[in-house]
């Protein structure tokens, strides 16, 4: 089954009723957080919002790796993540709110985490702490299908669905590329080695090359678990998501 893209929407919820002292985080300000690379538009127009989300977007699209567990029992849906940006724009508290399974939630948790600093909140004049809850959808199937099957990944000599933990290791040398259909090797904008077995799920990236800490996830390779490739190039502006799993199976 192929990560054919990922969907992400993001909302603000707003439901409380602010307070003179603002001990707790608010879910409403005068002014709302930005997020980072917008600071040269106008406070308060539209074009900073519509900036800001844009690259929130593009951040969790970046940073986000389809579970291997979710991706195997074919698991799709929306997870609600909740977190806090303090007074000086800082990321903390974050919470899951509602999860699909196959660590999905634990996924977008992960992500959450790493969001950097915003532009804080501000309320009658002054910087405040605000919560915000963040969609995140998961989605296996959809517009993007076409687009993905136009590309196929290879690593040496691997095939099929299942790979020993030898020959993973003996692979560490070659170079995982990615082809479209006239054979033309593309550029791979970001690389993904994760493993999964139980609970245990573990991730690393690099801009392309199989590097130290992807070499960390073949050596905690074990019999049993599923190792996945995914990588994500792009055509028009837009990301497209290229991924092989495998049975480890000795």
């Not at 002014?31 to 074009?47: D, K, N, T, V």
Request: glycine share 6%.
């Amino acid at each position: 089954m192929k990560i054919t893209t990922l969907l992400f929407f993001f909302a603000l919820i707003t439901s409380q009723n602010l307070t003179a002292q603002y001990s707790e985080p608010l879910t409403v300000a005068d002014q709302m957080p930005y997020f980072m690379g917008c600071e040269e538009l106008p406070e308060g127009s539209a074009e900073k919002r519509v900036c800001s989300n844009k690259n929130l977007i593009n951040f969790i699209a970046q940073n986000l790796t389809y579970p291997a567990k979710a991706k195997v029992n074919g698991v799709e849906g929306t997870v609600y993540v909740s977190f806090v940006v303090s007074e000086d724009g800082r990321v903390s508290n974050a919470t899951l709110l509602h999860d699909i399974g196959g660590d999905c939630g634990r996924e977008a948790l992960r992500v959450t985490e790493l969001l950097p600093t915003f532009e804080p909140a501000r309320q009658d004049g002054n910087y405040v702490k605000v919560k915000l809850n963040l969609p995140v959808r998961f989605a296996l199937q959809n517009q993007q299908e076409d687009k993905s099957a136009d590309y196929f990944l290879t690593w040496g000599a691997l095939k099929g669905k299942q790979v020993t933990r030898t020959a993973l290791r003996d692979n560490l040398a070659n170079e995982v590329l990615i082809r479209d259909r006239k054979g033309n090797t593309v550029l791979i904008d970001e690389l993904v080695f994760s493993y999964e077995k139980g609970d245990r799920l573990i991730n690393e990236k690099s801009r392309g090359d199989v590097n130290k800490e992807l070499e960390k996830v073949i050596l905690k390779t074990k019999k049993g678990g599923i190792f996945t490739i995914s990588a994500s190039v792009q055509a028009s502006g837009e990301f497209i998501y290229v991924d092989r799993s495998f049975e480890v199976i000795e």
